[in-house]
């Protein structure tokens, strides 16, 4: 394999929906290093605050063991982060918002090793009010086969 700056992997600090599978290590820049190899271990563990899980919580961590790609190395092949969020959904499912921080162990900085993330995140869904209504089904049919197989 001979890659270059951009047939490389790329892991860092993630960027809501700019990947499909992004190799995320909390506390970094996006795409802030690069490898030739790699071993990437994630873990998430979300819960809700109370019942009607408007208010969730989330805690994450990453680590791995990067392989740099020649010319772009740095001091040390571990590099770990950690973090939570907090998020609300509204009562009717059409917008969320999250509010997340995250802390990069090893992540390198002017003032040495270490860096802290914070994030927001809004997202509202401009069809969710429409998901519930259909004109043309009967309202005296069942739907909720249908709800399970919606794309």
């Known amino acids: ?31 802030e290093l690069s490898a030739r190899r790699l071993a990437l271990l994630n873990a998430q563990y979300s819960f809700p605050f109370e019942p009607r899980k408007q208010w969730n919580g989330t805690l994450y961590a990453a680590t791995g063991f990067v392989d740099y790609l020649a010319g772009l190395s740095q001091p040390g092949h571990w590099h770990s ?3 939570g ?10 917008w969320f918002i999250t509010l997340i921080y995250a802390y990069g162990v090893d992540a390198i900085r002017d003032h ?40």
Do not use: M
């Not at 969020?85 to 059409?94: L, N, Q, V």
């Open 1 to 31: 394999l001979h890659a270059d700056r951009f047939s490389a992997y790329r892991l860092g600090g993630v960027l809501p929906f700019a990947s499909e599978f992004p190799l995320d290590v909390p506390g970094y820049y996006f795409q």
């Open 81 to 83: 982060g950690l973090g």
């Open 85 to 94: 969020g907090i998020t609300y959904r509204s009562p009717a499912g059409s």
């Open 112 to 151: 040495g090793r270490g860096a802290n993330q914070i994030g927001i995140l809004f997202q509202y869904d401009l069809e969710a009010k429409a998901k519930w209504f259909s004109p043309a089904v009967s309202p005296y049919r069942s739907r909720g086969a249908e709800r399970l197989f919606r794309d």
